[in-house]
């Protein structure tokens, strides 16, 4: 079963932004194996990149810009919070949510306590992780690889 994974990353290597602070996110799709899609603006703006399915398109991804962003929307923060009064408060939440509510999963650096009850009505999980992205997605895949089939996740 093929399903999406979006992911909050700066560079198109680790997983290194809160939830807050992403302006793009990067879409892979997994099938018997992963592979970057497309990447998602949260201005709903979204560029696909050549299916290649090589993960080292992810490092061509153009910088992205919180600062531009916090600019937009006046919150004068140094990053956006968890509580809601960052960049796009509440309705930034909801707007990000729906941006990416084909996923299965999103993982970023931390994801505040609105977004985790947004993604729980969608039956959508949330990953709080600060790693590699091709690491993270190696483990949700095998994951969910093991809840999906009925197996066991002991050793």
């Given at each position: 079963?093929?399903?999406?994974?979006?992911?909050?990353?700066?560079?198109?290597?680790?997983?290194?932004?809160k939830f807050?602070?992403v302006?793009?996110?990067?879409?892979y799709e997994v099938?018997?194996h992963?592979?970057?899609?497309e990447?998602r603006?949260v201005?709903?703006?979204?560029?696909?990149?050549n299916?290649?399915?090589?993960?080292?398109?992810?490092?061509?991804?153009?910088?992205?810009?919180l600062?531009?962003?916090?600019?937009?929307?006046?919150?004068?923060s140094?990053?956006?919070?968890?509580?809601?009064g960052?960049?796009?408060?509440?309705?930034?939440?909801?707007?990000?949510?729906?941006?990416?509510?084909?996923?299965?999963?999103v993982v970023?650096?931390?994801?505040?306590?609105?977004?985790?009850?947004?993604f729980e009505?969608?039956?959508?999980?949330v990953f709080?992780?600060?790693?590699p992205?091709?690491?993270a997605l190696?483990?949700i895949t095998?994951?969910?690889?093991?809840i999906?089939?009925h197996?066991?996740?002991?050793?």
């Amino acid at each position: 079963m093929a399903y999406k994974i979006a992911v909050g990353s700066s560079d198109g290597i680790n997983v290194d932004l809160k939830f807050g602070e992403v302006e793009n996110f990067l879409i892979y799709e997994v099938t018997d194996h992963f592979k970057l899609i497309e990447q998602r603006s949260v201005s709903r703006e979204t560029t696909e990149l050549n299916n290649s399915g090589n993960t080292s398109n992810a490092a061509e991804i153009s910088e992205f810009s919180l600062e531009k962003n916090c600019e937009k929307s006046n919150c004068k923060s140094s990053g956006c919070s968890g509580n809601g009064g960052g960049c796009g408060g509440a309705e930034g939440v909801l707007e990000k949510v729906s941006l990416i509510e084909d996923c299965r999963c999103v993982v970023c650096k931390k994801i505040g306590f609105q977004a985790q009850k947004q993604f729980e009505k969608k039956a959508i999980s949330v990953f709080d992780v600060e790693v590699p992205i091709e690491e993270a997605l190696e483990k949700i895949t095998y994951y969910y690889e093991k809840i999906d089939n009925h197996k066991t996740l002991r050793l």
